[in-house]
């Protein structure tokens, strides 16, 4: 049976940890610096939690570094002596696997690129696993571990991750910065969210399978400059924070529009 | 029973007219300019079709004017006369429903807010629908019909509905850019769009019932202008037309975050 040791116990460690153990891997410790995080999920887990990293065993398969980006070369160093004959991943879409080698020979990167948030189960078997590993036989042991729990495993190299992260930003962060611009707005008028949640779930539905440039609508791309205006005037007299990038949006779906200007 | 004539055979006529005589209501008439999508509309929805304005009975309960904002005008101009005793609503969030008014003292709008594709299905139940009339009688009953298509009914009245319409292009046009944008990324390394469709809907179901601004995450909201950085470095290496809006939309997200440039 393989055996996991999971380092971190944060969203990430929460969720993976879970799926994997719920996958039938054994997962034998879980790592922490406080106790209580480690203890709540290493009681799920069925595993022992500990909070030194000289307690951490040297038998297992695979070890995952579940930490934030900026902890990783931190734990990474204090664990090369020790494990420098194991594999040893982490799971971030922000770093290169490269931020391992220096430690260790057999690293490489197990990132399920999705948004965690503890206590929010996510339906994990749909979930694009994308794998590395710096050894053949290593990326294949991913690929496998990565089927386990999803159905979708990509095997994702150092640069093509570094993309996929700028394309995250975009299709993740800076849309759900457009859902809290129109939070936003309505607020202005008190009128509730919830009038826009079903039109949020239905615009992300429909890019299924799909380009999002044939599913645009609105007033930027039929070119319909009178309501872009007027929208503005509107923004730029409540004095709304988002008029500047409403503008800025708007060019950026139709570079011509505001040429049209006469 | 309600006598209904729905005037226009486009998306929002199509979803609309299958979801009211589902829930029982008659309609009479379908009218478009050209024969066919008027037939094929009209089959489904055991009414008759009809090409010419003048054909247009003159005894419904409500008349539903499911034309384009452009057409809205000319075809309220040439009904006027007929339906000057009538209720004529409109189903437009961008028209106020004044314009309507010069036409009909019985006037008002039956907005269902959502995006519609003419043959994916709609959970239309769940679709908020924006319902305002010039007389309160007439409101009501625009409330009631509401009731009998979605459990979602809000009285919205035309300054409202205005700023709904700028929170719907932010949360809904402006969403499907960032997709978009996420979507051109990945291509310039030949990397599926599919990677990122799981992220996007979670994205989108986070937000029920939570501010947007709560769930907002990524390298701006956390201040790593590091990440920032790299990420406008690529996007500029690739001459993507999209450096510039990513480093707008991250400075929206934290108006702080290039300041910290030193």
């Known amino acids: 049976m393989t055996k996991v040791v999971l380092i971190g116990a944060g969203?990430?460690?929460?969720?993976?940890?879970?799926?994997?153990?719920?996958?039938?891997?054994?997962?034998?410790?879980?790592?922490?610096?406080s106790l209580s995080p480690a203890q709540a999920l290493a009681v799920d887990l069925n595993a022992r939690a500990v909070t030194n990293l000289e307690e951490i065993e040297k038998a297992a398969h695979l070890y995952v570094l579940a930490v934030s980006d900026g902890a990783i070369l931190e734990v990474a160093?204090?664990?090369?002596?020790?494990?420098?004959?194991?594999l040893i991943v982490h799971t971030s879409g922000a770093t290169p696997s490269a931020a391992l080698k220096p430690y260790f020979q057999r690293h490489g990167v197990f990132y399920p690129l999705q948004t965690f948030t503890k206590g929010c189960e996510v339906n994990f078997s749909?979930?694009?696993i994308c794998v590395y590993a710096?050894?053949?036989?290593?990326?294949?042991?991913?690929?496998?571990?990565?089927?386990?729990?999803?159905?979708?495993?990509?095997?994702?190299?150092?640069q093509e991750r570094s993309i996929l992260h700028v394309a995250a930003v975009f299709?993740?962060?800076?849309?759900?910065?457009?859902?809290?611009?129109?939070?936003?707005?309505?607020?202005q008028e008190n009128l509730p969210f919830e009038l826009l949640t079903p039109l949020i779930q239905e615009t992300a539905r429909k890019i299924i399978?799909?380009?999002?440039?044939?599913?645009?609508?609105?007033?930027a791309a039929r070119n319909d400059l009178n309501t872009v205006k007027r929208h503005l005037d509107y923004l730029e007299k409540i004095q709304s924070p988002y008029a500047e990038i409403y503008r800025r949006l708007s060019e950026s779906i139709n570079p011509l529009l505001m040429n049209n200007e006469e």
Not at 141 to 151: N, V
Request: with cysteine; charged share 25%; net charge positive.
């Open 209 to 219: 399978g799909r380009s999002p440039l044939q599913m645009q609508t609105g007033p």
């Open 11 to 33: 969203n990430l460690a929460w969720h993976l940890g879970r799926r994997l153990y719920a996958c039938g891997l054994h997962i034998a410790q879980v790592y922490n610096r």
């Open 126 to 128: 749909e979930i694009p």
């Open 171 to 187: 299709a993740n962060n800076f849309s759900n910065h457009c859902f809290q611009m129109g939070y936003h707005t309505l607020q």
């Open 77 to 86: 160093r204090r664990l090369a002596t020790k494990l420098s004959e194991r």
């Open 134 to 158: 710096a050894q053949k036989k290593d990326e294949d042991f991913l690929e496998q571990s990565g089927r386990l729990i999803s159905e979708k495993v990509y095997r994702i190299n150092d």
